[in-house]
């Protein structure tokens, strides 16, 4: 009786060390041969915030191109709307149309969906907007 209790733990055992020793494998512990390259590219591409404009009030707004580049600005303003804000820093340009601004050009990037099938999308928070530019 003795002798399976004994043999019960130690396979207990043996098998805590082997998840163990996989799980080690697997986060790689020899960080010494990691290839960081692509880690590298990642951290350079993000940079700080380009800061304009003055005034009490501060949003991020971030811009993202077709390739996917970031590029980020930290807006200070006065203004009561974020179109009103961009405008006047020339981070955006557009149209008045029914629906308030029509932003047509963003960071000096125009898109067109008459001309072109694209258009600039307006996130608050990470959300699709539900209201427009004009609106917020």
């Known amino acids: 009786m003795k002798k399976t209790h004994l043999t019960k733990m130690l396979s207990f055992i043996l098998c805590l060390v082997l998840v163990a020793a996989i799980a080690l494998i697997s986060i790689g512990c020899n960080g010494?041969?990691?290839d960081t390259s692509s880690l590298t590219s990642l951290t350079s591409s993000?940079?700080?915030?380009?800061?304009?404009?003055?005034?009490a009030t501060k949003f991020?707004?971030?811009v993202v191109d077709a390739s996917g580049k970031e590029t980020i600005f930290e807006v200070s303003t006065d203004k009561t709307l974020v179109s009103?804000?961009?405008?006047?820093?020339g981070l955006i340009a557009g149209e008045d149309s029914q629906y308030g601004?029509?932003?047509k050009t963003v960071n000096g990037t125009t898109l067109d969906f008459d001309k072109d099938g694209k258009y600039w999308a307006f996130y608050?928070?990470?959300?699709y907007g539900q209201k427009g530019v004009s609106e917020t």
Do not use: C, I, R
């Open 101 to 103: 601004l029509y932003v």
């Open 84 to 89: 009103d804000a961009l405008l006047e820093e």
């Open 124 to 127: 608050v928070n990470g959300a």
């Open 60 to 62: 991020t707004f971030t």
């Open 32 to 34: 010494k041969n990691e």
């Open 46 to 55: 993000v940079s700080e915030p380009t800061k304009v404009g003055q005034g």
